[in-house]
């Protein structure tokens, strides 16, 4: 059974900083793309940070960019998100994910429709 373990959220205060770590479990990360989406209260869920399968390459929303670094580290089978200067638009419930198949060493997506696997999320909240 595939899972993808999401942790790290909680409530910060604006300025301060989280690290967000999905443990996946059923499979092999080492040759998948990952992200990390979020989804705030009425808004739809939304790319945050992509990365390929080695790390290699990453990308990021132009509203996290400099602020929030995505990494992977395969032999543990899991990927982190650091996020720094929180903003109050942050909050939302951050989500990773994971494509089912393998993809070329390079290859990144921002597409929700390109993950195949998803963990349960977990809860950001920022305050001002």
């Known amino acids: 059974q595939v899972q993808l373990v999401e942790s790290g959220g909680g409530l910060v205060q604006a300025g301060g900083s989280l690290r967000l770590s999905c443990a996946a479990s059923?499979?092999?990360?080492?040759?998948?793309?990952m992200g990390w989406f979020r989804q705030a209260p009425g808004k739809e869920r939304e790319f945050v940070a992509a990365?390929?399968?080695?790390?290699?390459?990453?990308a990021y929303a132009d509203s996290v960019k400099g602020r929030f670094t995505i990494s992977r580290d395969n032999a543990k089978n899991t990927m982190f998100l650091q996020m720094n200067s929180l903003k109050p638009e942050d909050t939302a419930v951050y989500y990773c994910?994971?494509?089912?198949?393998?993809?070329?060493?390079?290859?990144?997506?921002?597409?929700?429709?390109?993950?195949?696997?998803w963990g349960q999320g977990t809860q950001v909240t920022v305050s001002s």
């Open positions: 990365v390929s399968r080695s790390g290699g390459t990453t």
């Open positions: 994910a994971a494509r089912r198949t393998s993809s070329g060493g390079s290859a990144y997506y921002t597409s929700r429709d390109d993950y195949g696997y």
């Open positions: 059923g499979l092999t990360i080492s040759m998948l793309p």
